[in-house]
């Protein structure tokens, strides 16, 4: 799909198009039109982030209030999108009327441009009658694919399920982890350090602006993806023996950053080359010494490492994300998280089998659907070489509702809401028999 140069709105509509209708990640599409994206200047890129990601976060709403103005579907997908891209300008971002009907319509492609007079109409009488959408966009049950709502208020009840999704329509804020001593380089921005010692930016920047950046002081890591490792270092800080972990699943990398700041050895095993790419990129940026195996972890069978400790944050549907990542609400169908759950008890199975008697394995998924998380680790404590190590009050602090009667974490997104919330994940802490 050809863009304008310098066109935001195209561009926009080439990302959307990927992520709604080939099923790329809104974080991998721009990883792979990096150089397009790069011609445009900072102020461009901030608006074309925003369109995307208000498009996809608000899909819901929007389709809604498009099919009241249609007589019958429209079955092209890249008109659908244009008439998002409208629709999200009007009603959520505020652009004025006539700019954001006239430049949407003329996004159209040539070979589409039978349609211009539909979209215009459409947009035209949305921006005349916004006040007639209020019902729409604020009531919670449009937000989501209904298969995806049901079950939720089915696991999590309905109250649990508004209270998510209130936090998915969000904009997450910044995650810093560092060590408390090196707080000082953010007291002149607007921060707040939360339980667990993390600090979070209320203010969006750009990442490579902030300070120390390239002195590699600091990483990013939302502030629930630093418990599943801080729940391994727990157990191994007092273990005398000689400490060699492993992050399976390890891009891009932000939970071996954090192993390898706890002084742990570490070998982290992916697969996903341009992932890979970006871990190398931010353990450099770091200044840490790394050992990066690229390879299928189930595939990976070492002979000779004595193994202390497993971190294994599974490949997952990502449901606890869509406040970062709300392209996944789009994505992702039930039979998904039935594939991925196979997935996710052969990595546990093999993570077993190379870890020695005595270790430690963390199992982490940032999924709030128990057939990734609960349901797993309760069928893998009737295996005869598993033996759960509960997760106490003490490790977590202000998350103790997220410690479920076996001794598991399950968070979910709108927990810390009094700080902004964060992602959700499922965690299990086992040792190896």
Known sequence: MKIKKNDTRSFALKILYNILHKNIFFSDALIRYEND???????????IYQLIITVIRRLGYIERIINLHLQKPIKNPEIKIVLGIGVAQIIYLRTPDYAAVNQTVNIIKPKLNSFKPLVNAILRKIAKNQEKYFNITNSTKHMLPSWILKKWEKNHGENNTKLIIKSLLSEPYIDISIKTSENKIFEQLNTQVLPNGTI???????ISSLPKYREGNWWVQDAAATIPGSLLINKLKNNPDKKLVIDACAAPGGKSIQLLRSGLEVISIDRNKERINT???NLKRMNLTYNIIDNNFLNWNPTSLDISGILLDAPCSGTGTLRR???????????????LSRIQIKLLKHSLKILRPGGTLVY?????EPEEGINIARK??????????????????????????????QILPHYWSEFGGLDGFFIARFEKK
Not at 325 to 339: L, M
Not at 364 to 368: D, G, H, L, P
């Open 279 to 281: 871990m190398i990129k």
């Open 380 to 409: 893998a404590l009737s295996w005869p070489n598993v033996e759960l190590s509960k997760i106490s009050d003490e490790e977590l602090p202000k998350l103790e509702e997220s410690i479920t009667k076996e001794g598991f974490v």
């Open 364 to 368: 982490a998924v940032c999924s709030i």
């Open 325 to 339: 990542n709300p392209d996944i609400i789009w994505s992702r169908k039930k039979r998904d998280i039935e594939n």
């Open 200 to 206: 979070r930016l209320k203010n969006h920047y750009k």
């Open 37 to 47: 994206f790069e011609e445009f200047n900072d102020k461009d890129k901030k608006y």
